[in-house]
């Protein structure tokens, strides 16, 4: 009827964290330079989840995902998004969807687990599209070239993975 | 007829839904089924019966996804392992820890558990897993009495669906007390055991001319009047839908019944009070209204079409300020256990032991196998109060032949044997 001995006690670390990343968002808005400070903390913050979290592509994802917020961050400084959306957004798609389509060259059989990655990409390239209509996007061209290099990952994924990659989107997108 | 091979994946039943929603560390959704035997367990026999055994299992070898409106379950093509048991039971069961399994086998000594996330399956599902995992370690070949497959259609139904009717039930919602006291600081929860001949204790139920189960809610509600001094006390039991509704699903598929009592009262009060609750809403058509509410809710279009993660906000806030609320602990009893006789040589003891999380910090498991009733209660703060007084209480109507737990003592491991 033996029980082990445990050790492992809980460890309020993420509480902590968490209460002091509040308290520097607080300070974010008396004191509005701190949003750089602020930005990068939520940078180290998040990227420490997702790397704890993730693996290989995902986690690639995730922190190419937190630099972008940390920008978005620095750009609010002036309670405006300029560049950040007009130049960091885009490349960031285009960073994450040429990567997308290399594993799609080089690694056909592990991709087609990679499809709810692939359908967020779908959300946020619907998102560059809506930002390009209404005009809060000002580079135009860098729009067209992320929509364009997205389409064509979309016609790999069709070539290299097929069925069985659409197969998993559609348990991904049931309802 | 067996699944095709392209279909290895499942939507979650309807009671499943809620889980992923709020699981987490503090409210971790899982519970443990485990058998002590009598000897020692072999690690290596024990990985071979498991890889075995989930093979003909599809509703178990899945690993939980969370899809764009939903969270769903997606075959898991990586065997799953063994490990040596080392954290309280009841823990969270972390997908990273796990290759990817709502589940864990832990092996310590003599005993054997398996912890399951509750979107996976209930108390009769891992009960029928744990079964054909112990038939494997100890047996090669095939026995008529136990389920060593389970990958017939009827064996992954979502049954809540098949059943549902067209009209609802409304139950009776009381605000409950609450037991209080200090959280621990470890994940999952300490256990209490007790254990007794279910016999003698049926003898007793019968001279109150009532069954077990209600004769344990009865003590049960009275330990807590003492303990709270205050009630309504509300007492959750889940039921087995499967034999009421002529189901064998591995997947969920009970409900919940609330006793409440209002006052303090003698157990010769209390008995016929709880009995007629039991009655009531043991009615097939009264569950089946009970479960038609939540089988329409997950068709209306909102819900369908609403993000994942929006749904889940909901359900956590619904969780938090009505499920919780109406609820002082959870009594589960999924009645006796068989094993086939040949099993009965390797097997001392079945138990079954719920997690506790605010505040719901105290629960109670049993399971009764060889005449052997083995109550768990679980506990999620430092007081015992409770605890001793429902064991004591017992123990004036049925002798306890056991008592262990696994607080530890200074050296970090106790069982006290009475």
């Given amino acids: 009827m033996e029980y082990p001995v445990y050790k492992d006690k809980r460890k309020p670390f993420m509480k902590k964290l968490f209460i002091i990343h509040l308290m520097s968002l607080v300070l974010c808005l008396v004191l509005p330079w701190f949003i750089y400070v602020h930005g990068s903390f939520t940078f180290l913050f998040l990227a420490y989840f997702t790397v704890k979290k993730y693996r290989g592509f995902k986690a690639l994802f995730a922190l190419f995902s937190s630099v972008l917020v940390m920008l978005l961050m620095f750009d609010m400084a002036d309670f405006k998004l300029t560049w950040s959306l007009s130049y960091v957004f885009p490349s960031f798609i285009i960073a994450i969807t040429s990567l997308m389509f290399l594993i799609i060259l080089v690694r056909k059989k592990k991709w087609h687990q990679y499809y709810s990655m692939h359908s967020y990409l779908i959300m946020v390239n619907l998102l560059v599209g809506l930002l390009m209509i209404l005009g809060f996007m000002q580079s135009i061209v860098l729009g067209i070239v992320t929509l364009s290099i997205f389409a064509a990952s979309l016609i790999a994924i069709w070539i290299r993975v097929g069925k069985k990659y659409y197969r998993n989107l559609f348990r991904f997108i049931h309802v | 007829m067996h699944m095709k091979e392209e279909n290895k994946w499942f939507k979650l039943d309807n009671a499943a839904k809620i889980y992923p929603a709020f699981?987490?560390?503090k409210d971790p959704a899982t519970f443990r089924v485990?058998?002590?035997l009598k000897h020692d367990i072999d690690k290596d026999r024990l990985q071979e019966a498991l890889e075995k055994t989930i093979n003909d299992f599809p509703s178990m070898a899945?690993?939980?996804?969370?899809?764009?409106?939903?969270?769903?379950?997606?075959?898991?093509?990586?065997?799953?392992?063994v490990m040596e048991e080392t954290s309280m039971p009841c823990a969270y069961v972390e997908l990273?820890?796990?290759r990817g399994y709502l589940f864990h086998v832990f092996y310590h000594k003599k005993r054997v558990s398996l912890e399951c996330f509750h979107a996976l399956t209930d108390g009769y599902g891992a009960f029928e897993f744990l079964k054909a995992i112990l038939y494997n370690y100890f047996f090669v070949g095939e026995d008529d009495s136990i389920r060593l497959v389970g990958n017939r259609p009827e064996d992954?139904?979502?049954?809540?669906?098949?059943?549902?009717?067209?009209e609802y039930t409304e139950p009776k919602k009381t605000r409950a007390v609450h037991v209080k006291g200090r959280p621990i600081d470890r994940e999952g929860a300490f256990v209490h055991h007790g254990v007794l001949s279910g016999s003698d204790l049926n003898k007793v139920a019968k001279s109150y001319n009532t069954t077990i189960t209600v004769l344990l809610v009865a003590i049960y509600i009275k330990s807590i009047f003492k303990v709270t001094k205050k009630g309504p006390v509300v007492i959750t039991v889940p039921v087995n839908l499967r034999k009421i509704f002529q189901s064998e699903t591995l997947r969920n598929f009970s409900y919940v019944i609330?006793?409440?009592?209002?006052?303090?009262?003698?157990?010769?009060?209390?008995?016929?009070?709880?009995?007629?609750?039991?009655?009531?809403?043991?009615?097939?058509?009264?569950?089946r209204g009970q479960f038609t509410k939540n089988v329409a809710y997950e068709k209306k279009l909102l819900l369908k079409i609403a993000p994942t993660?929006?749904?889940?906000?909901?359900?956590?806030?619904?969780?938090?300020?009505?499920?919780?609320?109406?609820?002082?602990s959870i009594l589960t009893n999924p009645g006796i256990v068989t094993l086939p006789e040949k099993m009965q040589t390797y097997v001392e003891l079945l138990e079954c032991v719920l997690y506790a999380s605010n505040p719901h910090y105290i629960n109670m498991?049993?399971?009764?196998?060889?005449d052997k009733m083995v109550i768990s209660m679980s506990r999620g703060i430092e007081e015992k109060t409770l605890i001793e007084t429902f064991f004591n209480m017992l123990n004036d109507y049925c002798p306890l032949n056991m008592r262990y737990n696994n607080e530890g003592d200074q050296d970090g491991i106790s069982s006290i044997q009475r």
């Fill in chain 2, 156 to 166: 992954v139904e979502d049954s809540y669906k098949k059943h549902a009717g067209l």
């Fill in chain 2, 62 to 81: 899945v690993t939980l996804k969370k899809g764009l409106f939903w969270y769903y379950l997606d075959e898991n093509p990586r065997p799953p392992l």
């Fill in chain 2, 34 to 36: 485990a058998a002590v």
């Fill in chain 2, 258 to 287: 609330n006793v409440v009592c209002d006052q303090d009262d003698s157990i010769e009060t209390l008995i016929p009070i709880i009995s007629n609750q039991f009655k009531d809403q043991l009615d097939k058509e009264y569950l």
């Fill in chain 2, 309 to 328: 993660d929006l749904k889940s906000v909901f359900l956590r806030m619904a969780r938090n300020n009505q499920s919780k609320k109406i609820v002082t």
């Fill in chain 2, 23 to 25: 699981a987490s560390k």
């Fill in chain 2, 96 to 98: 990273k820890k796990s």
């Fill in chain 2, 365 to 370: 498991g049993i399971a009764t196998y060889n």
